[in-house]
């Protein structure tokens, strides 16, 4: 199972606190740091520091370490212009030696678009299928040649198709619970197909419609990587399990129910039953991003036991 970090930056973290968590995760041998990408905190709290962008964050990142890879989970299609967005990615991936993913979704929050003057349309799907095809068409277009396309919604027009990614391809990932369209733009254009904070028993289900969703087109499913992301609320004992969900303001049976929480032992377990759902792929999302000792249990406790 590979194990990777997931942050949600906009419920309040600096650059800094993302850096520290980035290098921790790195130190410790988990596989990548990933970030949402929003622009405003959910639910009550302290609104500060204010949100950070995700792309100029991990164009920051890429500079400050070497091998942990970098990534959104996920950036929105309504934020940027594909074609710039090709450009942004690009670039990171380059900052970083080719060590960039993008994970890229509809959007869905329409108070944050209102909040910082970001259209918001009703109907968001088609945008985003065209930005899927541009993103890997520039990518995908021989250095020399141009790339032009005739959407619905964007129009290029011989454009040079540059900056290239360092990777060939650059891993994208489409996530969703879909059963129809989802799995249709995964089998065609993901390296990785994700499933964010489902319910449990859906996981296998939608396994089966991406892998069918391969075959209908003569795409191997094992092309595919199968991940989920779930919230982290471990500990030694119950005592420091309490503590941490009382931290997040969650309630460790719910907590229980929905994501990995527990005993390392109880986090094992879970992550062996995803595992016979054919996930080979962790999102761990770490709420509180200060509590770096959390990151240090998981990696003694628990990753020796599902490498």
């Known amino acids: 199972m590979d194990l990777r970090i997931f942050t949600e930056p906009q419920q309040g973290a600096s650059y800094d606190d ?183 028993e859906a996981i296998a289900p939608q396994v089966r419609r991406v892998r069918a969703a391969c075959e209908e087109i003569g795409r191997d499913p094992e092309d595919l990587v199968y991940s989920v992301a779930l919230v982290l609320c471990a500990g030694a004992d119950e005592a420091e399990v309490a503590r941490r969900a009382r931290a997040i303001g969650r309630e460790v049976p719910e907590l229980r129910e929905h994501g990995l929480a527990g005993t390392p032992a109880e986090i094992v377990d879970g992550l062996a039953s995803l595992a016979e759902q054919g996930i080979s792929r962790v999102y761990l999302q770490c709420l509180d991003i200060r509590d770096l000792d959390h990151l240090d249990l998981v990696a003694a406790e628990v990753m020796p036991h599902v490498r």
């Not at 920051?60 to 950036?75: D, N, Q």
């Open 18 to 200: 993302q850096l520290a968590l980035a290098r921790r995760t790195e130190h410790l041998g988990f596989s990548a740091y990933f970030r949402s990408d929003h622009f405003m905190r959910m639910g009550d709290g302290d609104p500060l520091p204010g949100p950070t962008d995700s792309w100029v964050t991990l164009a920051g990142l890429a500079r400050e370490t070497s091998t942990v890879r970098l990534g959104t989970l996920v950036t929105s299609a309504t934020f940027r212009y594909p074609g710039m967005l090709a450009v942004q990615v690009a670039q990171v991936d380059a900052m970083s030696g080719g060590r960039v993913e993008l994970g890229l979704g509809t959007g869905w929050f329409g108070a944050e678009h209102a909040a910082y003057g970001v259209p918001f349309p009703e109907r968001r799907f088609g945008p985003f299928e065209e930005q899927l095809e541009i993103l890997t068409g520039m990518w995908g277009t021989p250095v020399g040649e141009r790339f032009s396309f005739a959407g619905e919604h964007y129009q290029l027009t011989d454009s040079p198709a540059l900056p290239k990614p360092v990777q060939d391809p650059l891993p994208l990932i489409i996530g969703g619970g879909g059963k129809r369209r989802t799995p249709r733009l995964a089998a065609r254009y993901a390296t990785e197909h994700n499933q964010s904070f489902p319910e449990k």
